[in-house]
């Protein structure tokens, strides 16, 4: 499983990195520093992905299955 940060609808809440902070982190902005990334989600962290990505008020957070071209 894959999580997609969509660069451009981020606005830098924090919440993502707040519900996942054993996969994601803020950078000196507040954003989250993942920021424009797709991530493999390491073993045991898929509840994690999936509270960021339902955290997210701007829909900026994505999992997928597999990393595709658009990713």
Avoid: N, W
Avoid at 21 to 31: I, K, Y
Wanted: aromatic share 4%; net charge negative; glycine share 8%.
């Amino acid at each position: 499983m894959f999580l997609s940060i969509d660069a451009d609808k981020c606005m830098g809440h924090g919440r993502c990195y707040t519900a996942a902070a054993d996969m994601l982190s803020d950078d000196d902005e507040g954003f989250v520093a993942q920021r424009g990334q797709t991530l493999q989600v390491p073993d045991g962290l898929l509840e994690e992905a999936r509270d960021a990505a339902d955290a997210c008020p701007e829909g900026a957070i994505s999992l997928r299955d597999a990393v595709d071209a658009d990713a």
